[in-house]
């Protein structure tokens, strides 16, 4: 069974950065493709960006040029580097597999809050 252990979420400040990691265990990581999703408050669960498991990327708009996903198959790990953070940013933050899949199942995301 697919486990996924988001970290790195905080309390930052407008313009400010976050690196979140995903942690990934109980499946064969590497041909899968990754994503990272958010849930801001009163809203649905949205997709942010994925890596496919030959490193091509894709991002929402309102990221792009933001952010950067990345992923390391040996440590089975999947980063969101996070900069120029704006307070619509905030929102739970969740790795999954991309293309708006997933393996059945989420973490419990981290939190991730923009406010000065």
């Known amino acids: 069974q697919v486990q996924l252990v988001e970290s790195g979420g905080g309390l930052v400040q407008p313009g400010g950065s976050l690196r979140l990691s995903c942690a990934v265990s109980?499946?064969?990581?590497?041909?899968?493709?990754m994503g990272w999703y958010r849930r801001a408050p009163g809203k649905e669960r949205e997709f942010v960006a994925d890596?496919?498991?030959?490193?091509?990327?894709r991002y929402i708009d309102s990221v792009k040029g933001r952010f950067t996903i990345s992923r390391n198959n040996a440590q089975k790990t999947v980063y969101l580097q996070m900069n120029s953070l704006k307070p619509e940013d905030t929102a739970v933050y969740y790795c999954n597999k991309g293309a708006n899949g997933n393996f059945g199942s989420w973490g419990q995301g981290t939190q991730v809050t923009v406010s000065s």
């Open positions: 109980g499946i064969i990581f590497s041909p899968y493709s």
């Open positions: 890596i496919s498991a030959g490193g091509n990327t």
